[in-house]
Every structure is written in C-alpha cells, then in structure tokens.
C-alpha cells in the first residue's frame, strides 16, 4: 500500500552545477518548437454535456457550511443516551468522517484526470470542496456535543478497526493513478451511495425517536450532497462506458459485482460489531441492501438484493424524508384522490 | 396507442422504470429541438424529480414546456414522479408539483429505476384505475 499522504519534502539539496549556454539555447529551442500544452480557456457557454451545468448549478445553490445548523440544541438530547450509545455515535461519526476525508483529498482529486469535459473537472473541484465541508461538519458535532478524551478515543478506535481500514483499502486500490478510470468511478459511487450508510442509519435513527434532531438536519445535508455525487460520478461512467465493447462492457459489470460483493461482506461484519449491542443490526442490514441496490442504479445496473430484503423500517424512511407525506392514490386504500398539499408550484416556464 | 408518457434524461433512470413497466409509451425529448409526443388519448405521465435544496425547478423544463400546451394537457389522467429519498423534503417534488398543477392525483412516487415491488404496484394500479377503463 502507498502512504495516503507523501513524505513531507527533502531539505532542499545543493545547487546543480551551471548549464553551459549552448545547451541553454537549445532547451529554449524545444520548448518553442514543442510548447508545453495549456487547458483552453473554460467557457461555460458551450457546453459539450449540459448534464455538467446542471449538476453545478444544483451544486452551488446546494451550498451550505456545518455553522447554518443550530448543533447546540442536541446537547440536552446528547445528555440522554446511555454512555455506549453515545460512544457508538462518536465512533460511527468517525468512520463517516474517515471516508469524506478519502473523497476530499484522494477520491475527486483521482477523477479530476479522467475528466472528458473541463466543466467536469469544475464540477470535480466542487465534490472535492464539499467533502472537506463534510469532514470537518462532523469535528463540530464533537466539538459542540462531546469531551475531548471520547472522540480521541474513537479516532483511535477508527484507526484500529479492520473493517473501517479494509474497505478504505479496497476502495483505495482503485483511487491509485495507475488503475482503470471506470473502476475508479466505480468504487467512487460504492463509496458515496454505499458505503456510507452503515454510519447514517444512526442519525436516522436517533431522529426517528426525537433524538439529535438537529445533528440529524445536518447529516440529511451530507446525505443530499452524496445523492448527486453518486448520482453525477454514475452518470460519467455510464457515459463513457457507453463507448466501450460488449465484452469490456461486460467485464465492468463483473468487476463492479465483485468489489460490491467485497464490500458487503465487509460492511455487515462492520454492523455487526458496531449494532449488535444496540440490537439493530437487522435493520441496518436491509437498510445495506436497500442502499447496495441504489448504488448499482446509478451505474445503470440492476438490483442485486430483492425487495423482501431491503424492508427497511419504515421509521427511517421518513427520517430520510421529512415533510414529503404519502399521499400516493395505487398504495392508498381510499378511492378517492388527494391532489398533493400545497407546494412551491412557481416556474416562469409555466405558463397556466 | 400510448398510455405513458415519460420523461428522462441521459441517466436515464426513468426510461429504464418505463421500460421494465413493458407498456406501450411515449418520450418527452430531452432537446428542445426535438418533437413533443403528441397524445390523443388520456394517459398517465412519469416523470423525474430535479429540485434544488429550496424544491425550485423540480419539474424538468421539457415537461413543463410539453404541459403547456392545453391540449395535451387536458388529456392528462395522473402522475407517476421518481426522485431519490436522499433529497429529503423534496423527495420526487415533481409529481407533487405536476399535481397540483394539473389537478390530477399523484398515484406513484419511486426512486431512481424503481424496484420490483413499484412495477408491481404501477402495473396493476394502472390495470385497475378508472379513467383508463372508460377511455379506451
Ligand atoms: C441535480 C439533481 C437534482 C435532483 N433533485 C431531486 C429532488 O429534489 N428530489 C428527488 O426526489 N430527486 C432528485 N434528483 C434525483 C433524480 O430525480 C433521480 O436520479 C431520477 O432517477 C433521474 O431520472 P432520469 O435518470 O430518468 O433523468 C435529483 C437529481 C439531480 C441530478
Ligand atoms: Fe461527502
Ligand atoms: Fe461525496
């Protein structure tokens, strides 16, 4: 494994010896002759993919900083939870942040190479600054609800976990400059709409029971932001695998089936050691599947578990969906309609 | 003829909820340059959810721009929106928009591609729902 991080720099080493003058002019004649290549110019006013601009937009207005939530009133919440449940906070807390770290320095600075279009490696700077504003949210939620002491201990705890650090590593393994740039965007879309949550079930949860309420709206924030980054880095890789033969096509798929068997082989020993004392593990499970078969869509693939095993409770279903009511006329029992509860209906484009 | 009209851009989650559904349906072009279907019978409308954080813009402009005209509108009979429950509040805003708007009932909310169980419950509520029956 390469370190994450490269060696900070040698003291710098003694002057080289002065090149003669001849060999100067013929280092300027190359560079006339071949001159170093420079990115065009951006210009956001012809598009290649309009799927760019859109994402961006989305992005932008998307924007939001971890001080807009009003963390502070979860501490009396926070003093309610038994010390191993709010150990079990902290320490899944950590996990998460571990994997936004990855996507911050390493995940969308790896895919900013692969790029086909250079509003796509805007986009890429964006994902790449939200994901610092993602780790660092979860510093605040320490900072305002817990003792120092605890979240060194579960920095620790996460440093240590074999399970934290093997499915960092696989994901890893893809991220290296060498690998295959849609295996990379693969692990990417496991990452963010997979891997992720075995830790946001608990925040779901809590709130679900009037818990957190409030660190709960923050985490629906990183979970709003992840939505479009699988979605977009999914979007890229059906894109450019549409370019791609039959067979190689074929072999992605495999590749993609693999690692997400891989990884969920993983993630139910990492429930299972973080659940199993709060008696959740079952839930978190099919909340797994649920999530495993929405990262393959947004490959473009189908489900890998069936809908019996991605029951998840209905309870944390709405804490992921706050005020959007079911109302829905084919899974109602009424026969008659409900035209859905006032919403900002305003579009200029509408014209009736 | 077509009971479906549908909408989906180059993800293309949409078109492959449609498609598993295997009913006879018409796409709303993703280019503006492109032709609008034009229907001739009552159908059902599927459609995806794009929303900022505030639910501004969650109806696609090429569905707004084919609802526009009256009358492909007034042979609309419902909706059927798609979305990501990850967007929260907003989760498939679309077809609660489009409901409103229309006057129509939202008679489905799926995520993404759908799952068996949503082709399940569109295809036989689609069998079973009134204003098909007397229209065809
Ligand atoms: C920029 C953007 C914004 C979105 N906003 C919402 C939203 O507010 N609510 C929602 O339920 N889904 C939202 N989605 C998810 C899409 O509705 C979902 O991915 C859908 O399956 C896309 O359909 P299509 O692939 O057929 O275009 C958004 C997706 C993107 C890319
Ligand atoms: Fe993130
Ligand atoms: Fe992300």
């Not at chain 1, 700077?125 to 504003?133: C, D, G, Q």
């Not at chain 1, 791609?244 to 050691?273: C, H, P, V, W």
């Not at chain 2, 794009?50 to 402009?61: H, I, Q």
Request: proline share 6%.
């Amino acid at each position: 494994m390469r370190a994450a991080f490269p060696a900070p720099s040698e003291p710098r080493a003694p002057a080289p010896p002065r090149t003669p003058i001849r060999q100067k002019v013929r280092a300027v004649k190359d560079t006339i002759e071949q001159p170093r290549a420079v990115p065009r110019a951006i210009n956001w006013n012809r598009l290649q993919d309009e799927k760019d601009l859109e994402v961006w937009n989305r992005l932008t207005v998307n924007f939001w900083l971890p001080e807009k939530v009003p963390l502070s009133n979860d501490v009396q919440s926070w003093a309610t939870l038994r010390p191993e449940e709010r150990e079990l906070t902290i320490r899944v807390f950590t996990g998460l942040t571990l994997l936004d770290t990855i996507q911050n320095s390493l995940g969308a600075p790896a895919m900013l190479a692969d790029a086909q279009t250079p509003h796509e490696e805007a986009v890429l700077t964006n994902i790449a600054f939200m994901e610092a504003v993602h780790a660092r949210s979860y510093s605040s939620i320490f900072s305002t609800l817990c003792l120092t002491r605890e979240v060194d201990e579960a920095f620790r705890w996460s440093e240590d976990n074999p399970h934290l650090q093997e499915k960092a590593r696989l994901i890893l393994d893809e991220y290296d400059a060498g690998a295959d740039p849609l295996r990379r965007r693969i692990a990417s879309v496991f990452l963010e709409s997979f891997l992720f949550y075995s830790g946001f079930y608990l925040p779901m949860y809590w709130s679900s029971r009037g818990k957190l309420t409030n660190t709960a709206d923050l985490i629906r924030l990183i979970i709003r932001d992840e939505a479009i980054h699988g979605y977009y880095i999914g979007y890229k890789f059906q894109r450019a695998a549409e370019r791609l033969s039959e067979a190689e096509r074929q072999n992605l798929k495999d590749f993609a089936f693999n690692l997400m068997f891989d990884l969920y082989g993983i993630e139910t020993r990492y429930t299972g050691e973080l659940y199993d004392g709060i008696g959740l593990t079952g839930d978190v499970k099919a909340f797994l599947h649920y999530n495993a078969n929405k990262a393959l869509q947004n490959l473009g693939y189908e489900a890998l578990f069936p809908p019996a095993a991605c029951e998840v409770n209905p309870a944390i279903m709405a804490a992921l969906s706050p005020d959007s009511e079911n109302h829905d006329f084919f899974s109602g029992s009424g026969s008659s309609y409900v035209i859905g509860k006032t919403v900002a209906t305003e579009d200029e484009d509408w014209d009736f | 003829m077509a009971r479906l009209v549908f909408f989906s851009s180059g993800s293309g989650n949409t078109a492959r909820f449609v498609s598993a559904l295997g009913m006879s349906a018409a796409r709303i072009p993703v280019s503006p340059k492109d032709t609008m279907p034009e229907p001739d019978a009552p159908y059902v409308l599927v459609c995806p959810t794009y929303a900022d954080g505030e639910g501004r813009g969650a109806v696609p402009k090429q569905v707004i721009r084919f609802l526009n005209d009256p009358l492909r509108r007034g042979l609309l009979r419902g909706v059927i929106a798609g979305g990501n429950r990850n967007f929260g509040a907003t989760f498939a805003l679309a077809g609660r928009v489009i409901s409103q708007k229309c006057s129509v009932p939202l008679l489905h909310r799926f995520e993404l591609a759908g799952t068996g169980n949503d082709v399940a419950v569109v295809r036989s509520g689609l069998k079973a729902f009134a204003p098909f029956q007397t229209a065809a």
